[in-house]
Nanobody
Framework: QVQLVESGGGLVQAGGSLRLSCAASGRTFSTYALGWFRQPPGKERDIVAAIGWNGGSTHYADSVKGRFTISRDNAKNTVYLQMNSLKPEDTAVYYC???????????????????WGQGTQVTVSS
């Protein structure tokens, strides 16, 4: 497993942007598939975006397609989530997740990951 620490959350007005970062420990970051999930109050944790180890394969939830972008910098052991055109319904705790992968595929369900960050709150006001 790998240790993950998210940052970049906060309060933003609707239509604004935020960039979340997730820094990972360890020397094998480039072999990990990564994902961003979110959990609104009283709801389940759902996938937002996922990326394979080399960044060549990505996946987005329908609700964020065209607004959010996941990317990774293996040299910095960091995965990012650029969030544009934010809406009040994007309000949630956002978590990054990781799993060591033997292929370039991404994983789109929480069950596919074995390492999680502590979460960062994103609040979008109307």
């Amino acid at each position: 497993q790998v240790q993950l620490v998210e940052s970049g959350g906060g309060l933003v007005q609707a239509g604004g942007s935020l960039r979340l970062s997730c820094a990972a420990s360890g020397r094998t970051f480039s072999t990990y598939a990564l994902g961003w999930f979110r959990q609104p109050p009283g709801k389940e944790r759902d996938i937002v975006a996922a990326i394979g180890w080399n960044g060549g394969s990505t996946h987005y939830a329908d609700s964020v397609k065209g607004r959010f972008t996941i990317s990774r910098d293996n040299a910095k052991n960091t995965v990012y989530l650029q969030m544009n055109s934010l809406k009040p319904e994007d309000t949630a705790v956002y978590y990054c997740a990781a799993v060591r992968s033997g292929s370039s595929r991404y994983y789109s369900t929480a069950a596919g990951y074995d390492s999680w960050g502590q979460g960062t709150q994103v609040t979008v006001s109307s």
